[in-house]
Each structure stands twice: as structure tokens, then as C-alpha cells.
């Protein structure tokens, strides 16, 4: 299957609620249409764009999950975001118009490519896409703030809690199960991300399991004490958040 495919229809796309077209009429979304005339197809462990590649996409995801991360002058990896469906990819490069990171498919994936300077005309011509093109940077913003946030967090314990509950907020956003999820990222890349090592992180599920908050069998993961589980991560038990 080759990386370009035929027009991607914004208005049957299950995730369009959560990604651009949120919001705006049928008239603006076939306009929308008109530019996003591609997706891309990433194979688990391929790249959807390096460290350095100029920006000239945004990326929606439309099925599948990736992870971000920058390397350091030593050489070191550094993993700063995980992304789902319906987030988009690439806003990081928008002020310096170079990619800071690069982005890695955990599986399988399929994007929606947003050609950014076709995106700003459009932008200009329909006012409802403007406004959501700044609720998205906004809420970029904001998830940086919530990394800092749970990385800030003195406990083990309490930062793979957090993350937990992340993630089953933004699934119960998308209409997915809260309590039920794939972990698509390893336990090597969540401790990277975490700044844990990957031995603590398998002991902590281990222990979260042992009492009772959550049952993990491989990559499959079910909370079974939401409130439990917010009470180690020092959160309310609630899908306001996103990280």
C-alpha cells in the first residue's frame, strides 16, 4: 500500500469530532476536504517525521497511536508525548518551522495530512476553522503544562498513576471504554517518559494489580478502582483532563 491514498472524507471519519472539522458546518468541512486530499499509512516503528524535517504538515491521527520524543546534544532520547486518535501531530514545529522531535508509529497508524499553508487560507476564509485551529494550539499548550506537571511529581507510584488516568480520559473522550484500553507504548518508552526506570515501572503494575486497581495482562490494561487509582495519582476522578 503506497503512503498516498485517495481523499480522505472528513464527514465519515469516526474521530472528526475531536480533530479539525469539530464544530464546523457541512460546507466548511468539504472545503476542508479539498486540501486534505491524502493519508499516510505508518508502519509500526517507522517515523512520520524526524528531528530537523522542515514543517510544512499537520498530522490528524486517524487510527493507531505514536509517540514523540527529542534527543539531547549527549545522544539520549528523551520521549514527551504519546498520541491517540483524533490529536494531531506536528504543532511543535509551527514557531521555529523545524521539527524539535521526531514521531514514531506504536502500531500500526493512519494519518490525515494537513498541508499547513493550504490550512491557513482556508483558515482565513472560514472564521468556525480559525477558532478551532487556536483551541488546538491552546490545548497544545496546555498538555505541555500537564507534562510538567506529572514529570514534577515526587513518587513513582504517583506519576504511572497519573499517566493511567490520562489515558483513560482521553479514551472516554473519543467514545471508547474508560476503563478498558491498549497500552499501544512499551514499558521501556513509559518509563522514559515517566523518568522512571522500566524495572519500577513493571514492579508498580505489579503492585497496582496486587491491590486491586487495575488488571494488566500484556499490553491490555482495566481499571478496576478509578477512584482508587485518582486517589495515588492525587487527582479527582474525572475525564476533564488531557495530558
Known sequence: MTDTQRAVSCGNCSVRRLCLPAGLSQGDIDKLEQITRKKKIVKSGESLFRTGDPFANLYAIRSGSFK??????????????????????????????????YAEALEDSSVCVLPFSQ?????????????????????????????????????????LAALLINISSRYARRGYSASRFVLSMPRTDIANYLGL????????????????LIRASGRDVEILDLIGLSEVAGTHCGYEGEG
Open 68 to 101: 514523540s520524543a527529542v534527543i539531547a546534544a549527549d545522544g539520549d532520547t528523551q520521549v514527551t508525548h504519546f498520541a491517540l486518535p483524533g490529536e494531531l501531530l506536528g504543532l511543535d514545529a509551527y514557531s521555529g518551522r523545524v521539527h524539535p522531535s
Open 119 to 159: 490550512l491557513e487560507t482556508l483558515a482565513q476564509q472560514v472564521p468556525a476553522l480559525q477558532q478551532q485551529i487556536y483551541s488546538i494550539f491552546s490545548e497544545e499548550l496546555k498538555q505541555e503544562n500537564d507534562i510538567l506537571m506529572l514529570l514534577g511529581k515526587r513518587s513513582a507510584d504517583t506519576r
Open 197 to 212: 526506570t522500566a524495572e519500577t515501572v513493571s514492579r508498580l503494575f505489579s503492585r497496582f494489580q496486587k491491590e486491586k
